[in-house]
């Protein structure tokens, strides 16, 4: 595989890091990105000290400022990448906590972010014969046809999974956003586990369904794949610690999709390295 450049987007702790680490442990070079430049620093320092090839940016995303700085930054320094890694996310429940005080942050980073992050680095992503790679890392939480915490309106249901534009995405995101602020969530049908945070990865994975199929127009030798994934309950902070799978396992399925060789998978869901529906 020839891939050489990758960037991870909340690369300064968490499964992030791990990705970042073991990216580079496979000899790529990775661009590690922080919001928060004395944490981004302090992570890179300690994988530099391990040998690897690991740069650090800012990189925010929620703030498109900061996301042209960053584009404008790797199209000087590299001209292009062959891997992204939309990780940055946010959660402000643990347990069976339900609060949807911080719905809106929720949706914008999680959601919002990263459309725009995938949108600023699609056109700097290389020409290969294997295909540039975009990987979300999603949750199962997210999944449109799980059996349990999924949306109740079907006919929505049905519209997000042939999802033709990403108005209808951009439209249920607002919608609950809505109902948050007059209070009618509860009863809205949406998702009943974690739901700001469920809701923010289903629009993930409508999203990399949709830029699958329009990806998939691109001719031969410009390809590139977008799948999204599930790390699994990871012991990271967003589960307050308390998650079974250490970051490093947590990391292994986003980093193998990243690198599968020979394949042409896109717009699919994985979970322990398998495809599962969703
Ligand atoms: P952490 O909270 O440890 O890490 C989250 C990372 O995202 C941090 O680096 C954080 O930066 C960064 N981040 C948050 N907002 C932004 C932003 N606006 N711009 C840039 N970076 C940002 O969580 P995890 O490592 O567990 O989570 C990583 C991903 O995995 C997330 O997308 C999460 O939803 C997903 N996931 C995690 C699961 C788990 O069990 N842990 C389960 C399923 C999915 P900072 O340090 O500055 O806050």
Known sequence: MDYTLAVVTGGNRGIGFEITRQLALHGLTVILTSRD??????????????GLKV????????DRESI????????????GIDILINNAGVSYNTGSENSVECAEKVINTNYFGTKNMTKALIPLMRSSDEGARVVMVSSRLGRLNGRRNRIADVDLRQQLEDVESEDI???TMSKFLEQVKDGSWITGGWPQNNTDYS?????VNAYTRLMARTLSERPEGQKIYINCCCPGWVKTAMT????LTPPDEGADTPVWLALL?????????????????F
């Open 37 to 50: 430049i004395i944490a981004g620093e302090e992570a890179t320092k300690i994988l530099l000290e391990q």
């Open 55 to 62: 740069v650090f940016h800012q990189l925010d995303i929620v």
């Open 68 to 79: 042209d700085l960053f584009c404008a930054w790797v199209k000087e320094k590299y001209g």
């Open 169 to 171: 995405i951009d439209t």
């Open 199 to 203: 809701l923010s990865k289903l629009a």
């Open 240 to 243: 307050g610690w308390a998650g």
């Open 261 to 277: 060789s020979g394949q042409s998978t896109s717009g699919k869901f994985f979970a322990e390295r398998r495809e599962i529906n």
